[in-house]
C-alpha cells in the first residue's frame, strides 16, 4: 500500500536530503527554523479569494503576522481591491513574489498552495469553498451561506473530503461570549428559559437601482457569479451586496451568524436547531435593496427554551430559573443578575467549551497542522446560518413554521421546503 506524502512532509524530507548531499555547504539558520523562524516545511501557503474591505481590514491583516503561514496569491474581480492587497502581502515579505488574478480558479489550481482564506460576497461562498475542498484545498470562508440546502452540501463535501473548515468568525475566541456561554452550560443561571438576542438595525436605504456603467477594473461577469444577471450598479457591490436578496440574507444573515451562534452553543443546540419559528418584517420599498428592513422573530427549542430576535443594539441575554445573564452592546462587558454568577469560577470537572483566545485565523492555522476541527467548524456554522434562514422564511411566508432539525426540513409545508434554495446561473452549479 503506498503512503500519499503531503507537500510538507515532501519539503521536509527534500531539505533534510539536501542539505546531507551538499554537505559541508553553510545552510541559513531560518531555513532550518533556528532564530525564531519558521523553516518553509512548516508553513502553511495561503491564497485569498476575495480582498475587499473585510478581506484586507480584517483577515489579511490576521494572516500577515503568522509566522508559519505565507501569502502566495491575492484574487479579486475588483482590480483596486487586488493590487491593494498584493502590495499588503509584498511589503510585509520584502519582495514581488505576490501572484494575482481576478480568476478564483487559478488559486485553487496551484499545487504549491495548502488552504485559501475566502472574502466573497455570500452567494459565492459555499460554492468557492466546494470546489477548493474538491481542489485539495483546506478553507477558512466568511459566514454565512446563502440557503440551507447550499449549507448540506458544504457539510457534506467537507466530511467526504476530510478537509478543514473554518466558519470564519471571531466570537468564540471572545471572552466575553466564551464565558456567557459556559456559565449557562453549567447551570449557572439554573434551568435555561429564555435567550433574547438584539441584531443591529439595516444601514440605512432603499438603494440606487439606476444602471451605471461599469467600471474598467471590474470584472463585473464574474462579480456576479452564480446570481442572476442584473446591471451594475455601485449599491449592488462591496458593502452594500448585504441588503440584496440575489447575494445575501440581509441583517439577519449578515449579524445573526455571530449572536445565534453563542446562543446555540449555550443552548447546547449548536448541532440541532429550533423545532417553530415564527416572524413579521418590513422591508424597503422602491429602491435596490430587498431584504429584512425591520424584524420580529421568536424560535422555539425542544428543550422548551424561546428565543426571540429584535432589532437594536447588538446584544445577547440568557434568562433562567435562578437569575439572568448577558450583555448590551457588540462585545460589551458581561453582566448577571448576582455577582455570584458574574464571579462564578468553572471547575476542572466542569464543561469547558473549546476555544482560541488567538482567534479563528491562529486556530484554523493550528487545526490544518493537527487535522482537528477548528473551533466553528462546518456542522455548527451551516446550523447557525439555518437558524437565520428559518427567520427570513417565517418573514416571508408570513406564519408559523415547523422545522425538523434532524431531517432538516420543515414539516408538512412544501412551499417553505422549496425556499430553502436557489437556482445558480450558468455556467455555475453546484454538486
Known amino acids: 500500500m503506498k503512503r500519499r506524502i503531503n507537500r510538507r512532509t515532501f519539503l521536509c524530507h527534500s531539505t533534510v ?80 513574489d505576490c501572484a494575482t488574478t481576478k480568476d478564483f480558479r487559478n488559486i485553487l489550481a496551484r499545487p504549491d498552495i495548502d488552504a485559501v482564506m475566502i472574502s466573497t460576497p455570500d452567494h459565492w461562498h459555499v460554492l468557492m469553498s466546494v470546489m477548493a475542498i474538491k481542489a485539495g484545498k483546506d478553507v477558512q470562508c466568511e459566514k454565512p451561506t446563502l440557503t440551507i440546502e447550499e449549507g448540506k452540501i458544504l457539510v457534506r463535501t467537507v466530511r467526504r473530503y476530510g478537509k478543514v473548515f473554518q466558519t470564519s468568525t471571531e466570537d468564540r475566541s471572545e471572552r466575553v461570549y466564551h464565558r456567557m456561554a459556559e456559565l449557562v452550560r453549567n447551570g449557572r443561571i439554573g434551568k435555561l428559559q429564555r435567550i433574547e438576542v438584539i441584531l443591529p438595525k439595516q444601514p440605512n436605504g432603499p438603494g440606487d437601482s439606476t444602471p451605471q456603467p461599469i467600471p474598467p477594473e471590474l470584472d463585473w461577469d464574474m462579480w456576479l457569479g452564480p446570481a442572476p444577471y442584473a446591471p451594475y450598479t455601485k449599491d449592488r457591490v462591496h458593502f452594500n451586496f448585504r441588503w440584496i436578496w440575489d447575494y445575501s440574507g ?115 492555522l493550528d487545526c490544518v497542522k493537527s487535522r482537528k476541527d477548528p473551533y466553528f467548524p462546518v456542522d455548527i456554522g451551516h446550523r447557525v446560518s439555518t437558524v437565520c434562514h428559518l427567520a427570513n422564511i417565517a418573514i416571508k411566508l408570513g406564519r408559523k413554521l415547523e422545522w425538523d432539525p434532524e431531517k432538516e426540513r420543515f414539516v408538512g409545508d412544501t412551499e417553505a421546503d422549496r425556499m430553502m434554495s436557489r437556482p445558480m446561473r450558468s455556467p455555475w452549479r453546484l454538486t
Open 17 to 96: 536530503l539536501g542539505a546531507l548531499v551538499t554537505m559541508p555547504q553553510v545552510v541559513p539558520s531560518s531555513v532550518l527554523g533556528k532564530d525564531g523562524a519558521t523553516p518553509p516545511s512548516e508553513r502553511v501557503t495561503i491564497g485569498f479569494i476575495g480582498t475587499g474591505g473585510h478581506g484586507i481590514g480584517r483577515n489579511l491583516r490576521m494572516y500577515l503576522p503568522q509566522l508559519d503561514a505565507k501569502v502566495l496569491a491575492v484574487c479579486d474581480v475588483d482590480g483596486n481591491n487586488m493590487v491593494q492587497a498584493q502590495k499588503l502581502v509584498n511589503e510585509k515579505y520584502g519582495n514581488q
Open 250 to 364: 440581509g441583517i439577519i444573515c449578515d449579524w445573526g451568524t455571530h449572536l445565534f451562534d453563542t446562543a446555540q452553543w449555550a443552548n447546547d443546540t449548536e448541532r440541532s436547531g429550533p423545532v417553530e419559528i415564527e416572524g413579521a418584517g418590513t422591508y424597503w420599498e422602491g429602491g435596490l435593496y430587498n431584504t429584512v428592513k425591520d424584524y420580529d422573530v421568536t424560535y422555539r427549542y425542544g428543550n422548551g427554551v424561546e428565543m426571540t430576535c429584535k432589532p437594536g443594539n447588538p446584544s445577547i441575554k440568557f434568562i433562567g430559573t435562578d437569575g439572568w445573564i448577558g450583555n448590551h452592546g457588540w462585545l460589551a462587558p458581561l453582566e448577571a443578575s448576582s455577582p455570584e454568577i458574574l464571579n462564578s469560577v468553572i471547575g476542572p470537572e466542569e464543561i469547558h467549551l473549546y476555544t482560541n483566545p488567538a482567534g479563528e485565523h491562529r486556530d484554523f
